[in-house]
């Protein structure tokens, strides 16, 4: 009877299973809609495979459905409460919510993000996100409910005792966000040095851009190119270029060279590189030129208001 009872369950087990890897390919593919579609049966029918639930909770949060996110991360931390990783997700889905809904709502769940964040830390000294969250937490809330620079300041240097690249991109962050732009260069300069990823070259190029010292700017973009070879990087350091009026020549290359090497990874649309291009050449006054390309990134998207009125201005040279 036990034989037969397995024979008959076994294509059903194996149906199941499949399912799951079905959702665990469409969330790694990004498709986090249909991931969540292929889930939610499957939960429903395997409450406690709490992988699933996770992946299901995972799929929502990446669609902005912070209740369903959050009501399933609640779900794990009462299965597993001394798993670190499921408190920093349930804090981070409550912190998103927080963030959606009016500033009386979300007073109301900031101690529960809080606390979910604290317990993830406490329960894993290893744990980087949650630091990350914990810094950016006490940074960004008014001192009045908590926030508070020297706690931030706490967690960054937790950071930098895990992953030193880590620290130095939570300090340069925290000086940033308190207007301490020299400080948050310094720390940004560190992170380059010891890491040197995308992310830190990306942090430094962005403090100069809001500091307007496009020359900086370009310099580190130039860096990052060379040690990532990323043709994106061709499209900044035109964007740069036109948006100040400065490097005229460089800019119009490197957007020729971001256009030539396109592909869709790349991540800005080429009608914007078109757009960048018309904006150099109305910096120099070639008006045909600037109507050339203004009406190349036009054809890409009809509907931009931007690229309109930009033309509208290039009529008027």
């Known amino acids: ?3 037969l009872l397995f024979l008959v369950l076994f294509p059903i087990l194996i149906f199941g299973q499949s399912s799951f890897d079905d ?3 469409l969330y790694a593919n990004k498709d986090y809609k249909k991931a969540a579609e292929v889930l939610e049966p499957f939960v429903v029918k395997n409450p406690n495979h ?3 639930v996770e992946l299901y909770g995972d799929a929502n949060a990446q669609q902005s459905k912070w209740d369903t996110a959050i009501t399933h991360y609640k779900f794990l931390i009462s ?3 001394e798993n670190a990783n499921y408190h920093y997700k349930y804090g981070g889905a409550l912190g998103m919510k927080a963030l959606s809904i009016s500033k009386i709502r979300a007073l109301g769940i900031i101690g529960e993000v809080k606390a979910a964040f604290l317990k993830a830390a406490e329960l894993d000294p290893t744990h980087i996100d949650t630091r990350w969250a914990l ?9 009045i409910i908590g926030g508070s620079k020297s706690k931030s300041l706490k967690y960054a240097q937790e950071l930098e005792t895990l992953s030193t690249v880590d620290g130095y991109l939570a300090k340069g962050y925290i000086y940033e966000y308190d207007n301490e732009p020299e400080l948050a260069e310094t720390y940004y300069k ?3 040095s010891v890491g040197g990823s995308v992310t830190c070259y990306d942090k430094l190029i962005t403090l100069y851009e809001k500091e307007g010292r496009p020359q900086e700017a370009i310099s580190v973009m130039e860096a990052a190119h060379i040690k990532h070879q990323r043709n994106a990087l061709h499209y900044q350091i035109g964007k740069v270029c036109a948006e100040y009026n400065v490097q005229l020549e460089k800019g119009a290359y490197c ?5 030539k090497q396109y592909s869709v990874q790349d991540g800005v649309p080429k009608a914007w590189a078109y757009y960048r291009l018309a904006q150099i050449y109305k910096h120099q006054k070639d008006k045909s030129k600037a109507l050339k390309y203004i009406n190349k990134a036009i054809s890409e998207l009809p509907d931009s208001a931007v690229f309109t009125s930009e033309k509208q201005e290039i009529n008027n040279l």
């Open 190 to 192: 560190l992170a380059i």
């Open 255 to 259: 957007l020729q060279v971001y256009l």
């Open 23 to 25: 959702a665990k390919q």
């Open 50 to 52: 709490l992988e699933a």
């Open 135 to 143: 810094v950016e937490l006490y940074m960004q809330l008014p001192g």
């Open 79 to 81: 299965e597993g409460p």
């Open 1 to 3: 009877m036990r034989v």
